[in-house]
């Protein structure tokens, strides 16, 4: 029984990994389309001071990743729960912007952690990273060499969960 355990605790924290990086994801696929059908600039914006603090999808008429009185909220995404980080890098500190090519307006990441311990570090198997490249496309990074963590590129692990990634 012992040995079951720690294996069911680890596909359930691959589970929960999965299933909040999907929805992000599909947060973002949700903007880009929805920016290319009607033709304008649409944001993801995180709703207060983190983005595992929940996000926004809305249509940016004025194009600044404000969210304005007057813009129309696509899809609102609640909180994720108190142990998980999700952060952009520089790019994407607060918002996403899709033009109306489907482009982003710059490129960059995401990075999910479950931070139980607080240590703030991408630990092995406990992260996901998303990269979005120049014309707008999403995809989730890769763990080349089996180890557990992400790589940004080539021999490039990301070992933080939320800077400098």
């Known amino acids: 029984m012992s040995m079951a355990v720690p294996s069911f605790t680890d596909a359930l924290r691959n589970n929960r ?8 994801l599909s947060s973002l696929i949700l903007a880009r389309s929805e920016a290319i059908k009607r033709g304008v600039s649409v944001t993801v914006r995180k709703s207060v001071e983190q983005w595992e603090d929940g996000w926004t999808v809305f249509v940016d008429d004025n194009a600044d990743g404000q969210l304005n009185a007057d813009e129309m909220i696509i899809h609102s995404h609640g909180a994720l729960p108190a142990t998980f980080t999700l952060r952009g890098n520089g790019n994407f500190t607060h918002f996403v912007r899709y033009l109306s090519s489907g482009a982003s307006s710059t490129t960059g990441s995401f990075m999910l952690c479950d931070n139980k311990d607080n240590n703030d570090l991408a630990e092995p198997y406990t992260s996901r990273l998303l990269i979005i490249n120049n014309v707008g496309r999403i995809r989730m990074a890769e763990d080349a060499n089996a180890n557990g963590l992400y790589e940004k590129s080539l021999n490039n692990e990301v070992t933080t ?3 400098g990634f």
Do not use: H, Q
């Open 161 to 163: 969960c939320v800077s």
């Open 17 to 24: 990994l999965s299933t909040y990086a999907n929805d992000f």
